[in-house]
């Protein structure tokens, strides 16, 4: 059964990540009520989801991410917000309803950083926020996210060299192999990186990096049948199913009595379960 959703309030960002598996629709018209929302993560919650990931598009930019989050907490939800960090402003009005915040860290050298983020904001501004929001908020975790491409797969270690001077600032630290889906599918072969690499850059981490810290490696394959994720326009959907990474519509939360739960219980595997547990 569902424990954890993802939602995706809004699709817009003003980012253009390669790597991204947001969505290809960037309307705001395809954005629904935040009403809507709440009534179909009551009936959720009631339902025995505990854990809400929300993510986008840029979450921070969705207009009533406040009062979304605010009511999540109500709920008594879990909550994780999954952000490119650079809306500080806002990231610190919704971050005393949150549990768990990540960030991303995906280069040290500004080409690499710029080449998978961007734009140019500096590592260091990224450490700032999360050592800022921990001092703040004493209960708040931070996650830092990494996604291994062709690009920067030789800048991996490094990072973890600066997070191991880092270590105040977060709690885990995520490598996720990176997943053609999606905006960015046909970036497959500039990016993809094969599950022997990554095993290989888990084991070179492993003896590199000191043992107190956390780190959890996210292999396409245990992400597989993981996940239950709500659109910006209502459709939920399993994703990374089958060799291609493909969504299973399986509703709407509109129309709510009409989720095909059953298929949803057939379909998520104990991926689902381990992936949150893992991380946070
Ligand atoms: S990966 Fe995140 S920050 Fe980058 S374009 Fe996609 S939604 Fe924006």
């Known amino acids: 059964m ?22 290809k629709v ?27 990931v929300i993510s986008g598009g840029e979450p921070l930019i969705y207009h009533r991410i406040v ?27 919704v971050a005393p309803y949150c549990d768990w915040i990540s960030l991303p860290i995906d280069g040290i050298t500004p080409e ?6 961007t734009d140019n904001y500096p590592v260091s ?4 926020t999360a050592s800022e929001l921990k001092r703040k908020h004493s209960n708040l975790k931070i996650k830092i996210g990494t996604v291994a ?12 060299n600066v997070l191991q001077d880092n270590s105040n600032c977060f709690d885990t630290w995520k490598i996720y192999q990176y997943t053609p889906r999606r905006k960015h599918k046909n970036q497959k072969e500039f990016l993809s990186i094969t599950d022997k690499e ?37 459709d939920i959907n399993l994703v990374n199913v089958g060799d291609n990474f493909d969504d299973l519509l399986v509703g709407n939360i509109g129309e709510f009595d009409k989720i095909n739960f059953p298929k949803v219980n057939e379909i998520l595997n104990t991926n689902h379960y381990s992936n949150f547990t893992n991380t946070y």
């Open 67 to 93: 009062e979304l989050v605010k009511y999540l907490k109500h709920l008594n939800f879990n909550i994780v917000i999954s952000t490119h960090g650079r809306y500080k402003e806002k990231l610190f009005e």
């Open 125 to 128: 501004e990224i450490l700032v």
């Open 26 to 52: 960037e309307k705001r018209e395809t954005e629904i009520d935040l009403q809507i929302w709440k009534d179909a993560l009551l009936k959720f919650r009631n339902k025995g989801v505990e854990n809400i």
């Open 198 to 234: 990554f095993a290989d850059l888990s084991n070179l981490i492993s003896k590199t990096l000191p043992t107190e810290m956390k780190i959890v490696y996210s292999s396409n394959e245990s992400r597989r049948n993981a996940y239950t994720f709500i659109y910006q326009n209502g």
């Open 112 to 117: 690499i950083s710029h080449t998978m983020r």
């Open 2 to 23: 569902i424990k954890t959703l993802d939602i995706e309030p809004t699709t817009i960002c003003n980012l253009n990540c390669p790597f991204c598996f947001g969505p």
């Open 149 to 160: 491409t062709q690009k920067n797969i030789q800048e991996i270690i490094e990072i973890g």
